[in-house]
């Protein structure tokens, strides 16, 4: 059974078109001009338990709204989803506890609070043990190089820092299915190489089933022997 399975998935935007200048706004009171927008598609794939697949595609070409979809964050327009036998729209408790969505250009992390404290927060929703949560902690903040910035509040560490630890948040509750788009954003050239290896370990070892978004070729090339890219909405390539 595919750990992800999409099946004509479509999502379209509906945008008020605003006429130009005062006399516009004052037209826009009493009669709206809109226009429709199509994110996504038709889209359909699958993908098996464990794989790591690159969804690839320029801006705008839909990656961040399917993953959003899949995630459970939008309700698509038309067309099915099961991401480990749950319909994510319906936000099924059993499914948000076995999934996580990594948003380069989002925070999950509390601003004013060390980074720890977040951690300890987000273990308290998913109620993890003590001793697991010093465990993975103990074990993701040393492969990322970012053991003694734990205490350190999070609007007082770098993007890479903060970025390093959103990613230890995602992964606290062991997932089954990861979506991460574009998780190394804001790294340099070292960290982008050691948040990798992070990301090739875990998925090696858990088996976690992995969808990733990056504009970075050599994250794909380093991680994915399968990426689907999606352009205007439509998947073109899936092998």
């Given at each position: 059974?595919?750990?992800?399975?999409?099946?004509?998935?479509?999502?379209?935007?509906?945008?008020?078109?605003?006429?130009?200048?005062?006399?516009?706004?004052?037209?826009?009171?009493?009669?709206?001009?809109?226009?429709?927008?199509?994110?996504?598609?038709?889209?359909?794939?699958?993908?098996?338990?464990?794989?790591?697949?690159?969804?690839l595609g320029p801006n705008g070409a839909g990656k961040t709204t399917?993953?959003?979809?899949?995630?459970?964050?939008?309700?698509?327009?038309?067309?099915?989803?099961?991401?480990?036998?749950?319909?994510?729209?319906?936000?099924?408790?059993?499914?948000?506890?076995?999934?996580?969505?990594?948003?380069?250009?989002?925070?999950?992390?509390?601003?004013?609070?060390?980074?720890?404290?977040s951690l300890e927060l987000n273990a308290k929703i998913y109620g993890?043990?003590?001793?697991?949560?010093?465990?993975?902690?103990?074990?993701?903040?040393?492969?990322?190089?970012?053991?003694?910035?734990?205490?350190?509040?999070?609007?007082?560490?770098?993007?890479?820092?903060?970025?390093?630890?959103?990613?230890?948040?995602?992964?606290?509750?062991?997932?089954?299915?990861?979506?991460?788009?574009?998780?190394?954003?804001?790294?340099?050239?070292?960290?982008?190489?050691?948040?990798?290896?992070?990301?090739?370990?875990?998925?090696?070892?858990?088996?976690?089933?992995?969808?990733?978004?990056?504009?970075?070729?050599?994250?794909?090339?380093?991680?994915?022997?399968?990426?689907?890219?999606?352009?205007?909405?439509?998947?073109?390539?899936?092998?």
């Open positions: 059974m595919p750990a992800i399975e999409v099946s004509n998935l479509t999502k379209a935007f509906r945008t008020y078109k605003k006429q130009p200048g005062f006399s516009g706004a004052v037209k826009g009171l009493f009669r709206r001009q809109y226009e429709q927008t199509i994110a996504v598609n038709n889209v359909s794939f699958k993908i098996e338990p464990g794989e790591l697949v690159g969804f399917t993953l959003k979809m899949l995630a459970g964050l939008l309700y698509p327009t038309s067309g099915a989803a099961k991401v480990l036998g749950y319909t994510p729209w319906e936000r099924a408790d059993g499914y948000r506890r076995q999934f996580a969505l990594l948003l380069g250009q989002k925070n999950q992390l509390w601003w004013d609070l060390p980074a720890r404290e993890i043990p003590a001793n697991r949560f010093e465990r993975t902690v103990a074990e993701m903040s040393e492969m990322l190089t970012v053991r003694d910035k734990l205490n350190v509040n999070v609007r007082e560490l770098s993007l890479g820092e903060r970025m390093k630890m959103e990613l230890i948040a995602s992964l606290l509750h062991e997932p089954k299915v990861l979506f991460l788009d574009e998780p190394t954003i804001f790294f340099d050239v070292i960290s982008q190489k050691t948040v990798r290896e992070f990301i090739r370990r875990h998925n090696a070892e858990r088996k976690t089933t992995i969808l990733l978004t990056s504009h970075y070729m050599a994250d794909i090339q380093a991680l994915c022997e399968r990426v689907i890219i999606i352009d205007h909405g439509k998947i073109f390539f899936d092998g």
